[in-house]
């Protein structure tokens, strides 16, 4: 499921912005999956994915639990999906080289999508299509790159029992491998997803749709492929926005794996979460794939139905006594699940390259003094942030840098006409946008976030109130120094 994360960096008109704004059937918890015949020890699975980050948490779950054999990975690319193919096949070579399983092989599938299926806004991309702000070392690809259809045919033809399709975005690659040949959806053992919406409002709300619309992303973006899927014989279990919305991402999800985070899974997730923060602190934030993936392991995770659902030509699930049996999560449990999924993410050894944050610092915002305090230092690279809010305000604090030979004098003088002007400010491009942290709420106490230093001069900017009557203040500069 595709989550909306914009840029990861928040500029000072972004900062104006946000103030203004301060987003018939029998129950059952049996396993909702066939394992394929004859049975083996570890389910065979193929992962077919858009590579988001809800997807890049599930698929952490999935690479060490021993319940599973991951036997490839398929990527969802932009024609439906959220990232393109470069960036996917970039980001999956990568994860799987950190987590030491460079013997499953992944493709990715056609980049056109359909006429029927629903555009992912532009700016969810970004994030994307640069890795996560992943730091990855190129790998040149010296052959031509398999397609998914060809690879997800020939891992059900190789596996050691029919596998399971673990489908964590729109089922472009699913319908290809159809429609090339007919018979594969008798030797697959089931399709196990997170999609759709059955009795809850959805979350497509773009043009003339709103929630009560009823549309998924994942089905949505290719509605033809779920209809088409729908009339195959192969067993489907969903998990819907339905148990989905039951679980959002803990606030203090990174701050839990701060903790303890030595194994693979647990690392890239931290790390992730230091990336991109709105992962965390954005509106309808939910654990969307992660629940799928746990729910696989672990049905009893979820409240399960049997229920006869068809699929509309814009991906909308119904329940009619006409549909098609389909297995549906309606329910999950929040508690178990996270303590589940920080369990699966702290299974077996560490990942290749351990993430380390570049520095620490603290801000502290009463309404009339903004002040930093850093902790041993600061290197170029990731730091966490963490907001004191002593206002009582919905407030926020940005770091944010000048470029040279512009000077922290310059950005205070800059300050005032970003009060006044409010949402319409601009920055000029000589201001260096870091990213910041907010308390929306205005609840107080300790808000965390991260942002991205390069060498350079940077100070933070605290914020409260709403135009005209924002609270702007800068503190005292700090300068990054080069590594090394």
């Not at 599973?68 to 096949?89: E, K, L, S, Y």
């Not at 020939?154 to 029919?162: L, M, Q």
């Not at 303890?260 to 899974?265: F, I, K, L, R, V």
């Amino acid at each position: 499921m595709p989550s909306r994360h914009g840029p990861a960096r928040a500029s000072l008109a972004i900062v104006a912005a946000l103030i203004v704004g301060a987003c018939g059937a029998s129950a059952s918890s049996s396993r909702p999956l066939a394992t394929g015949e004859p049975p083996t020890a570890r389910i065979p699975i193929i992962v077919d994915t858009d590579v988001d980050l809800s997807d890049i948490g599930a698929l952490a779950v999935l690479l060490r639990d021993h319940r599973v054999d991951v036997r490839a990975v398929t990527i969802v690319p932009t024609g439906t999906g959220v990232t393109n193919c470069a960036a996917g096949r970039r980001v999956i070579q990568y994860v799987l080289e950190e987590f030491g399983a460079t013997t499953i092989p992944y493709a990715c599938g056609r980049e056109d999508r359909g006429p029927d299926g629903q555009h992912f806004p532009d700016e969810w991309r970004l994030n994307a299509n640069e890795g996560w702000g992943l730091t990855m070392p190129p790998r040149p690809q010296t052959d031509l790159p398999e397609d998914a259809v060809t690879l997800i045919t020939r891992t059900v033809a190789d596996s050691p029992s029919a596998p399971t399709i673990v489908a964590l975005g729109p089922w472009t690659n699913l319908e290809d491998v159809v429609r090339t040949d007919s018979t594969i959806g008798d030797r697959i053992a089931a399709i196990h997803a997170m999609g759709g919406a059955v009795d809850v409002p959805g979350n497509v709300i773009v043009g003339d749709l709103t929630a009560e619309s009823g549309l998924e992303w994942n089905f949505a973006a290719d509605p033809s492929a779920v209809s088409l899927v729908f009339g195959t014989a192969t067993p489907i279990s969903l998990v819907p926005l339905d148990a989905t919305n039951d679980v959002p991402v803990p606030r203090d999800l990174a701050d839990r794996l701060a903790e303890d985070h030595q194994a693979a899974g647990a690392d890239l997730m931290y790390e992730l979460l230091q990336r991109v923060p709105t992962r965390i602190t954005g509106e309808g934030q939910q654990l969307w794939d992660e629940l799928a993936a746990l729910a696989l392991i672990n049905p009893d995770l979820a409240t399960w139905e049997d229920a006869n659902l068809l699929a509309d030509n814009t991906g909308r699930l119904t329940r009619h006594e006409a549909g098609r049996p389909v297995r549906v999560a309606t329910a999950a449990d929040p508690g178990a699940v996270e303590a589940s999924f920080l369990e699966a993410l702290r299974v077996g050894p560490a990942r290749a390259t351990p993430f380390t944050l570049a520095g620490q610092m603290t801000v502290h915002w009463d309404g009339s003094t903004c002040a930093a305090d850093i902790t041993d230092g600061l290197q170029p690279g990731v730091v966490a942030v963490k907001l004191e809010n002593g206002t009582g305000d919905p407030s926020g604090a940005v770091i944010v840098g000048v470029r040279e030979p512009h000077t922290w004098a310059e950005l205070l003088a800059l300050i005032p006409t970003v009060a006044a002007d409010g949402a319409t400010a601009s920055p000029p491009d000589w201001v260096v946008e870091a990213g910041g942290v907010w308390d929306d709420a205005g609840a107080g106490g300790t808000i965390s976030g991260s942002v991205r230093l390069e060498p350079g001069t940077y100070g933070p900017v605290c914020f409260s109130g709403s135009p005209p009557d924002t609270k702007i203040h800068a503190g005292q500069p700090f300068v990054v120094a080069p590594a090394g």
